[in-house]
């Protein structure tokens, strides 16, 4: 086998392999619909990476059960701004500390 075609079939080989990488995301199948607020118990946002090209939002409500929302949706991005504002809003601002000479 001539070494061109050696380095075509490596070529190849490597863009197939980053290929079914990039397509290892969790969310295979996102949904259109919320469920009551009342019953998420934990939302986890991914943002899109090398394996994964696009940013995912996966909910688990009280019983257990997991789904992914579908990003795009405009009520899914009103949940979010207000879980990400009720989140700045209990964090705890930075106290000045001082420090005393031993």
């Known amino acids: 086998m001539s070494s061109f075609m050696k380095v075509f079939l490596l070529l190849a080989l490597m863009v197939c392999i980053s290929k079914a990488q990039r397509d290892q995301c969790l969310c295979q199948h996102v949904s259109n619909?919320?469920?009551?607020?009342?019953?998420?118990k934990d939302?986890?946002?991914?943002?899109?990476?090398?394996f994964c090209g696009k940013v995912e939002i996966v909910v688990t409500i009280n019983s257990g059960f997991r789904y992914c929302l579908n990003p795009k949706l405009k009520a899914v991005q009103k949940i979010m701004a207000s879980v990400m504002k009720r989140k700045t809003s209990t964090t705890a601002s930075p106290t000045e500390t001082t420090s005393t000479p031993y």
């Open 33 to 40: 619909r919320i469920g009551s607020k009342s019953d998420i």
């Open 43 to 50: 939302i986890q946002i991914y943002p899109a990476t090398t």
